[in-house]
């Protein structure tokens, strides 16, 4: 049966609390779950900053033996981006710069 990670809502009416956890794919959302593997907070504390805990040795476990996260739990690394291009970038603002000199 395949397995999934995925999160599970929690707390109240415009107040979110999401468990990420391990289960099998057909089970409903906040049904019967293998393991508890990290909790999220979406909700910013007074800093500014979400609370994200996870318990690293274990999603690297069950992501080993083939379990898929959701796309909501966002567990895999980002798409790699295309490399960045530092002569386009400082032409242009050598160019900005003589603009502004030469206006002057």
Known sequence: MPVVIRLARLGRRHLPFYRIRVCNKNVKRDGKFLEEVGTYNP??????????????????????????????????????????????????????????ASSS
Do not use: M
């Open 43 to 100: 909700i910013p504390l007074d800093d500014g900053i979400k609370e994200v805990r996870l318990n690293v040795d274990r999603i690297k476990y069950w992501l080993s033996v083939g379990a898929q996260p959701s796309e909501t739990a966002g567990i895999l690394p980002p798409l790699p981006l295309h490399p960045y291009c530092e002569s386009a970038v400082s032409k242009k603002k050598t160019e900005e710069g003589e603009g502004a």
